[in-house]
């Protein structure tokens, strides 16, 4: 059976920085492209990091630019997001996400296109 299992979350201060972490188990990892969404109170999902099936290739959203790092390590299938200089705006509920990817360098940004799904880390930043 497919399974995400997201860790890593926490309270902390604005300016601080945390990683977190998703383990996946079930899937041929190395096939899968990944990705972090993350949603925040009263506001839709949105996408944040997205990383190729080969790790090659990511990309970010505009608010998180510079901020965060996604990497991946496929003989541990685990994904990463290292989240620097956290702000109050990024306290939400974090999720990684999967999709069997046939291009090794291909990154996904679209969430409808991801099948699995973790069930998510809390981030809260305090001011």
């Known amino acids: 059976q497919e399974q995400l299992v997201e860790s890593g979350g926490g309270l902390v201060q604005a300016g601080e920085s945390l990683t977190l972490s998703c383990t996946a188990s079930g899937l041929t990892f190395p096939y899968y492209a990944l990705a972090w969404f993350r949603q925040a109170p009263g506001k839709e999902r949105e996408g944040v990091s997205f990383i190729s099936r080969n790790g090659r290739f990511t990309d970010y959203a505009a608010p998180v630019k510079g901020r965060f790092i996604i990497s991946r390590d496929n003989a541990k299938n685990t994904i990463y997001l290292q989240i620097n200089k956290l702000e109050p705006d990024d306290t939400a509920m974090y999720y990684c996400?999967?999709?069997?990817?046939?291009?090794?360098?291909?990154?996904?940004?679209?969430?409808?296109?991801?099948?699995?799904w973790g069930q998510g880390t809390q981030v809260a930043v305090s001011s």
């Open positions: 996400a999967a999709l069997l990817a046939p291009n090794p360098a291909t990154i996904y940004c679209s969430q409808g296109e991801y099948k699995y």
